[in-house]
């Protein structure tokens, strides 16, 4: 009998065409999950009838388990009747993940995906190829939970091109393309070459080997808002880095920078809050789902950041365009005060009112507003251009919305190419 049983069970595990992995995770003490509780409360307010959809919150919400129940329906149904005419891949590969992790059926989105990557094309040397490999590694990685075996000859050419990649590495899409490749590593289907294996076992290797490179002394992982979807992508790959990540580590940093108010933009708490409860996309296809008329869970208790001081400072803000080719060059400076605490969004419209030359325009993304242009300078993408803000000569890791100024401090916009 215990014969049969085990040979019923080999054949589950082979009809079924997966392998699993060991995962390698580290969890939240506690005391500290308060904290944790209060980042999501934050991203679960951030849902309104007036914003765009973020597919990244809902899969955050319901692989953490969400609070506020009318937000993750009212997210839900936006993204079920959300259809742009011409959806990147990323923001398709999103939502098609979100509407899985609501037990919902995307529809045709999921075709119109792979219909994308079966017409996708390798970047060309003069694109910025790290950034272009974003987007099709989420689409490997939602088909692939969808249909690993039609997706498995689109994985095999996205492999190989991320393999002949020579582009600097970018953490961010060194994650997603970990995870996508781990999704179709573990569900090759029984008695397939071993090719594949090998040729997405070489590609996870190479990949993270390049992550834990990025892994600075106190456990931060590229940067502090790449470090979630790098943990993502350490715990569960088949393959890990030669030097073992120390997950407590950047568990501590994260936590602590968390404390600091580091994690206030509702994109990057998404990005991180799915490591804080112990998840990673691959875990969409296995969340569970509520009934719709499931009672409201009682809401946290979580620690409130005390108030900022009232007091003003001094920011010294500066514009400047150098480059070549475009006609208007400048380098102007100008002196703003506001309030303490306040975003640097307040400095630029600050400086605006003071003066025209300073005149900025913005672009909504899933991160929030980007200045897109100043001085009537805009960005070009065919140019490769974009204003670059830095802290002296510091580039800063949040956007005009999120980054709060300290006082005396100079604050850089400079145009930039890529």
Known sequence: MAWLALCLLNLLWTVDGTRTQPRSSCSVPSAQQSWVDGLQVVMETSVASSTLPNPSILIAMNLAGAYNLEAQKLLTYQLLGHDTADPTLGDLALTVMALTSSCRDPGSKVAILQKQMENWKPPSPNEDQASAFYGPSLAILALCQKNSETTLPIAVRFAKSLMANSSPFSVD??????????????????????????????????????????????????????????????????????????????????LAEIKQGKFKNPMSIAQILPSLKGKTYLDVPQVTCGPDNEVQPSLPSYPIPPPTSASNIT??????????????????????????????????????????????????????????????????????????????????????ADYIPFNNEHILANFTQY
């Open 173 to 254: 899409t060194g994650a997603v393309a970990t995870l996508a490749l781990t999704c179709m590593y573990n569900k090759i289907p029984v008695g397939s070459d071993e090719s594949y294996r090998d040729l997405f076992g070489q590609v996870l290797k190479d990949t993270v080997e390049k992550i834990s490179a990025r892994i600075t002394g106190d456990g931060i992982i590229g940067n502090i808002y790449s470090t979630g979807l790098a943990m993502q992508a350490l715990s569960v790959t088949p393959e890990q880095p030669n030097n073992k990540w120390d997950c407590e580590k950047t568990m501590d940093t994260i």
């Open 315 to 400: 920011v010294i803000y500066t514009i400047n365009n150098q480059l070549r080719g475009v006609e208007l060059l400048f380098n102007v400076t100008t002196e703003v005060s506001v309030r303490s605490g306040s975003v640097l969004l307040v400095v630029l419209e600050e400086a605006q009112r003071k003066n025209p030359i300073f005149k900025f325009e913005t672009t909504m993304t899933a991160w929030g507003p980007i200045v897109s242009s100043i001085n009537n300078i805009a960005e070009n993408v065919n140019h490769k251009t974009y204003w670059q803000f830095l802290s002296d000569k510091t580039p800063l890791d949040e956007g005009v």
